[in-house]
Structures are given as C-alpha cells and as structure tokens.
C-alpha cells in the first residue's frame, strides 16, 4: 500500500459539503483510500476545525453527522497527539511561524511516515520536511 497520505480539514470540508469548486477533485484524491489502495491519516486535531463551523450555528446535528463522515471514512486512520508529534509541530511552528493546528497536522503526518500532506492552504507549501500538495 505504501506511505500514506495525510489529509488536511480543507479536504475533508470540502467532501462532506460537496463543494461546487473542488469536490469532485477531492473525490478523485479520496478514492484510492476509500477503496483501499492507499490509507489515509489525519490529525485528530482536524475534528475540532470541523466540528467548530457547524456548532457555531447550533447545528449539532449536523456536526454530529461530520463527526460520523469522517470516523467512519474507510482506510482514514484518525492519529491522537502525542508528544513526538507535539515536540515536531512545536519545532514547525517555530521554523515556519504556523498556527498551532497546522503544526500539528503537518507533525502528524511527519511522525506518521506519510508521503505527501493534501491541503487548499497555499501558505504551507513553504514547509520541506514534507510534500505539500494544494488543489489549485
């Protein structure tokens, strides 16, 4: 199967919502780890990002089917802090000047061997400790 690949919320946002712009393009990126071909990583981190949207609206129901989406996601293996991962995104956020959620999702797949890490943030191309892939 190879190193994973680590996705970003961006990514996942887009799925659920079906965004007019980029959800077809993220289906094509999520199919070989919904088949499994390929597994998938991403920060537990990503859930609160996720969640936050739709609670802000008081759509918890909503969040709660998020919720579901992404624990249910099949080959997506949702990764827990740790402090390798915590002592990595410190030193990125450090070197790059990251948010601390970006840190740790670029730690995470880091410290998790992943291959490439897929977001829309263009800002985080700068980082070279791993292969950044944008949509556009």
Do not use: C, W
Not at 19 to 41: K, S, Y
Not at 62 to 68: F, M, P
Not at 78 to 95: G, T
């Amino acid at each position: 199967m190879g190193r994973p690949i680590a996705i970003d919320t961006s990514i996942l946002i887009y799925l659920i919502e079906d965004h007019p712009e980029f959800a077809d393009l993220v289906e094509l990126i999520l199919e070989p780890i919904r088949n499994g071909r390929q597994e998938g990583i991403f920060a537990s981190v990503g859930l609160i990002e996720l969640l936050t949207g739709p609670k802000l609206k008081g759509r918890y129901d909503l969040a709660e089917e998020y919720r579901q989406s992404v624990i249910n996601f099949p080959n997506l293996t949702i990764i827990d802090l740790s402090f390798e991962i915590i002592d990595l995104a410190s030193s990125l956020r450090a070197k790059y000047n990251l948010t601390t959620p970006d840190a740790i999702h670029l730690a995470t797949a880091i410290n998790n061997g992943a291959r490439v890490f897929v977001t829309n943030d263009k800002a985080l191309r700068k980082v070279k400790e791993i292969k950044v892939r944008t949509l556009n």
